[in-house]
């Protein structure tokens, strides 16, 4: 992964996401495969996978999106 992106998602994980009010404000927020707890989203151009439990979120991975 590119620095200047590292910079951009480490910026987002610990810093923007706080300001967040709902996960579903999130920019392609959606659930993962039905799951209940796993849940992914967009930053630029990578996908971020989150692991929500209650009040505990887990960014689990982040990810290239795909070309299609």
């Not at 967040?20 to 996908?47: G, N, P, W």
């Amino acid at each position: 992964m590119p620095l200047r992106i590292r910079d951009r998602i480490q910026d987002f994980v610990f810093t923007e996401f706080y300001a967040v009010k709902h996960l579903q404000h999130l920019e392609d927020f959606r659930s993962m495969a039905m799951s209940q707890i796993f849940y992914r989203f967009t930053v630029a151009e990578y996908l971020i996978s989150i692991e929500v439990t209650g009040e505990i979120i887990k960014f689990v991975r982040v990810l290239p999106k795909p070309l299609i």
